[in-house]
């Protein structure tokens, strides 16, 4: 079951069960969205643009503030311009951003140092004796031969 990630309805950012970012430490600038669109895109602020200060942040643990600085850096900013929608690309914004913070806080996978099967050491070296015998094979006869 996938993890509800957004807005909420006192304007935090969830951004997992142990993670919620206040409003107050997230700010969010509209623009015009550029490129085609005509009097609507010139005239209309719909492209939204959502920024985080992870260093000021004091809704993060230490260990949280090290994984996002390491993986995303001190600041972070997430832009959404796809509809004509100033809401929708706001809430497209926030998603963005919970999304990336979600992934930065996630710790690494645990590398557990397996060892080949006894077959597969069996058969590299079984291909190796093959491919001995075929260059031995194509060398030229010695003057013994």
Do not use: C, W, Y
């Given at each position: 079951?996938?993890?509800?990630?957004?807005?909420?309805?006192?304007?935090?950012?969830?951004?997992?069960?142990?993670?919620?970012?206040?409003?107050?430490?997230?700010?969010?600038?509209?623009?015009?969205?550029?490129?085609?669109?005509?009097?609507?895109?010139?005239?209309?602020?719909?492209?939204?643009?959502?920024?985080?200060?992870?260093?000021?942040?004091?809704?993060?643990?230490p260990r949280q503030r090290a994984?996002?600085?390491?993986?995303?850096?001190?600041?972070?900013?997430?832009?959404?311009?796809?509809?004509?929608?100033?809401?929708?690309?706001?809430?497209?914004?926030?998603?963005?951003?919970?999304?990336k913070l979600a992934m930065a806080?996630?710790?690494?996978?645990?590398?557990?140092?397996?060892?080949?099967?006894?077959?597969?050491?069996?058969?590299?070296?079984?291909?190796?004796?093959?491919?001995?015998?075929?260059?031995?094979?194509?060398?030229?006869?010695?003057?013994?031969?």
């Amino acid at each position: 079951m996938a993890e509800h990630r957004g807005l909420e309805p006192d304007g935090s950012l969830r951004v997992s069960r142990s993670l919620r970012i206040p409003a107050s430490e997230i700010s969010v600038s509209t623009s015009t969205p550029g490129g085609p669109g005509g009097q609507h895109a010139n005239r209309t602020e719909s492209k939204v643009t959502v920024s985080f200060d992870v260093e000021a942040s004091e809704a993060l643990g230490p260990r949280q503030r090290a994984r996002i600085l390491a993986a995303l850096g001190p600041q972070l900013r997430v832009t959404a311009s796809e509809s004509r929608s100033q809401a929708t690309n706001k809430a497209e914004a926030f998603d963005r951003l919970a999304g990336k913070l979600a992934m930065a806080i996630v710790p690494p996978a645990v590398r557990r140092k397996t060892r080949p099967p006894i077959s597969a050491s069996r058969k590299r070296l079984k291909a190796k004796r093959e491919q001995a015998e075929r260059k031995q094979q194509r060398r030229r006869p010695g003057s013994d031969d």
